[in-house]
């Protein structure tokens, strides 16, 4: 063994001694990913790297955003897939948030490392990795097409709700219920106005609450021709999705609204979707 492969390992089993004690006090975030990926956040998982290589060691420390926590106060960047950034605190949990309600069943030391999505579908939920649940038991109710998660404390271990029944949930015709809210199932009161900067939140909300209305065709297919069979509903619920893009977007920005809901849809997405397109409206 050369000098230079034996110090290597002193200085990575000093640092591996370290970061040993070290690490119960730290919560480490990652980057976003999808839920359905297993991650491993434990710096021991680089063990079987050579332990002269402390170079790629090091690196992967570094790059770590690391967050401190204590058992009394946690602070956890959280995002969403819309690009939206959020704080998880002890004081203000991110599943108070409309749409992130089934975070409260997903364990806390996770929350930082996926991207989440708002409003998931039922169906989405039973793909996340089990080893991201939460061991706890919640209610599940349904509610004008919403599956609503809650915690309550005073159910027991042999009531059926938890993730057993989000699973029983997906076999049925509620696998496409979406799952947020308070249970009050107006979703509309809280789509922002678009305002160009919010693009992503405002389009994830809009889409959702389409979605709950089954009115989602109306910005992915063209309508029938005015003779055609059916063209008389399609006139009437084209008219309903132009009013709430109209409501749901400023007036500066009326003018990519026009007498069709999908190439209204498009040309919103076009103006907004690509990230160096978006400049202040002012």
Known sequence: MS???????????RQEQFHKHRTPHYQVKGRPAS????????PREYKCLNKGD??????????QDIVRTTPHNIFIPVQTKGGERLVHTSDSPVWKNHGLC?????KEEYLGLCAWPKWPTVKYLTQINRKYHKDIKFRVT????FVHILLDSSLKPSDPVGWTV????????CANALVGGEGNGNM?????????????????????????????????????????????TWKRLNIQVLGLLKMTVIIKLHYLI????????NNIKTRFDTPELVRDIG
């Open 3 to 13: 000098l230079g492969e034996f110090l290597g390992k002193q200085r990575y089993a």
């Open 35 to 42: 839920p359905k990926l297993s991650l491993d956040t434990n």
């Open 54 to 63: 402390t170079t790629r060691y090091n690196s992967w420390r570094v790059k």
């Open 102 to 106: 089934y975070l409260a069943a997903i």
């Open 142 to 145: 349904l509610d004008q097409g």
């Open 166 to 173: 989000i699973e029983s949930l997906a076999k049925t015709h």
């Open 188 to 232: 509309i009161n809280h789509i922002p106005l678009l305002d160009g900067s919010n693009y992503h939140q405002w389009s994830s909300l809009t889409e959702a609450y389409l979605q709950v209305q089954n009115l989602q065709d109306m910005i992915t297919t063209d309508g029938p021709g005015p003779k055609a069979e059916g063209y008389d």
């Open 258 to 265: 026009g007498d069709n809901a999908k190439t209204s849809w």
